[in-house]
C-alpha cells in the first residue's frame, strides 16, 4: 500500500514539474509502534522557486490519509503554503499560511477550514538558540473561541534529540509531553515511546536517481531556494470525549384492571318449611376500576446544555 501511495503521488507530481528545470524525491516509511504498524509515502517536485507535495499513510486497520500542497519562496526568508489534508474518515482541511525567517527564528500564521465549515486560526515561532538547541512556542484558536497554549523545547545531540513542551488550553487545563528519537543506523529511527521508523528515499535531478539516500532539496536554477529551519509542531490537544446519556426507557402502561361480576346468591328454603317467595336478589355489577399508568422516575445523567452544565436528575 505505501509502494502504491508513493508511485501515485510522484506521477501526478511529475506532470506538474517544468520539464526543462525541476527536481524530485520521494520516500517511503514503515513505522512498528505499540498501536500497530503504519506505512505510506510521499514524493516532491520543484521549479521555479515552488516546492509540490504529496503523500499518504495507511494505519494498522486499513485508513487512509493523505496530504498535498505547495510551498513557494515569495523572497529570502519569506514563504508561503497551502494544501489539503483528508483523514481516513474522508473529513478534510484546507490549509494555508506565510512564514518569515531572520537571525536564526522563524515566524508562523495560518489558518485552516475544515469541510464542516468549521475554522482555526494558527500562529508559532521556532527559534535557533544554539548548536542543536531549538525552542518554539504558539496558539491554536478554534471556531468556538478556545485558545490553546503550547511550548517547547528541542536538544540534540550526537544521534539523539530529547524534546519536552507543555499545552494549555482557555480553561486553565495543562499537559505535558516529553520524549526522544535516536538515528541507530542510515534511515533507522527508534523513539522512546517504542516505536521503530525505518525510511528510504530517491532523489532525481532529472538523469541520475539515487535509492536508498536520505531525502535531498535540490532547488531549481537559477534561484537558490533556502529551506527554514525545521518547525517543530507540538500533537494536538487530545479529544474531548463528549458522553451522550443513554436513551431513557419508559415503559408501557399498565392494562387497566376489571374486577369480574359475582355470580347472584339464590337462597333454597327447607323442605318442611313453606315460606313465602324470597324477593328476587339483584346484585348489581360494580362499575370496572382504571388503575392509572404508573410513572417512573427515569434518572438523567448530568450534561452540557450549550455551555451550561445541568447537574442529574429525576425526570
Known amino acids: ?49 515552488s516546492c509540490s507535495h504529496a503523500g499518504g499513510a495507511v494505519g494498522p486497520w486499513g485508513g487512509v490519509a493523505t496530504n498535498t500542497g505547495t ?14 489534508a483528508v ?15 531572520a537571525n536564526g ?13 468549521h475554522s ?12 542543536g538547541q531549538y525552542s518554539s512556542s504558539g496558539t491554536v484558536i478554534g471556531g468556538n473561541g478556545n485558545t490553546y497554549n503550547h511550548a517547547a523545547s528541542t536538544n540534540c545531540a550526537g544521534n539523539t534529540c530529547n524534546r519536552s513542551g507543555t499545552v494549555s488550553n482557555s480553561y486553565g487545563g495543562t499537559v505535558t509531553h516529553g520524549g526522544s528519537a535516536t538515528r541507530v543506523a542510515p534511515g533507522v529511527v527508534t523513539t522512546s515511546g517504542g516505536s521503530t521508523v525505518y525510511h528510504g528515499a530517491s532523489v532525481s535531478t532529472g538523469t541520475t536517481v539515487v535509492v536508498g539516500a536520505a531525502p535531498v532539496y ?14 517543530v509542531v507540538p500533537p494536538p490537544p487530545a479529544p474531548v470525549a463528549v458522553m451522550t446519556p443513554a436513551p431513557a426507557v419508559v415503559p408501557p402502561p399498565l392494562p387497566p384492571v376489571v374486577m369480574p361480576v359475582p355470580a347472584p346468591v339464590v337462597v333454597t328454603p327447607p323442605p318442611v318449611h313453606v315460606a313465602p317467595p324470597l324477593p328476587t336478589v339483584v346484585v348489581a355489577a360494580p362499575r370496572p376500576v382504571y388503575v392509572a399508568p404508573v410513572h417512573v422516575a427515569v434518572l438523567v445523567p448530568g450534561h452540557w446544555v450549550g455551555r451550561v452544565w445541568v447537574p442529574a436528575h429525576y425526570a
Open 71 to 84: 510551498v513557494t519562496r515569495n523572497a529570502p526568508g519569506q514563504f508561503s503554503n497551502s494544501g489539503t
Open 218 to 231: 535540490v532547488p531549481p536554477p537559477p534561484v537558490a531556494v533556502v529551506a527554514p529551519i525545521p518547525v
Open 120 to 131: 482555526a486560526t494558527t500562529n508559532g515561532s521556532v527559534t535557533r538558540n544554539g548548536v
Open 1 to 49: 500500500m505505501a509502494n502504491r501511495i508513493l508511485i501515485a503521488a510522484a506521477g501526478t507530481l511529475l506532470l506538474l514539474a517544468n520539464a526543462s528545470a525541476f527536481a524530485w524525491s520521494g520516500g517511503h516509511f514503515n513505522a512498528y509502534t505499540p498501536r500497530g504498524e503504519f506505512s505510506g509515502g510521499h514524493a516532491m517536485s520543484c521549479g521555479g522557486g
Open 87 to 101: 483523514g481516513p474518515n474522508g473529513r478534510s482541511v484546507q490549509h494555508d499560511g506565510s512564514t518569515s525567517c
Open 105 to 117: 527564528s522563524c515566524n508562523h500564521t495560518g489558518d485552516m477550514t475544515g469541510s464542516n465549515g
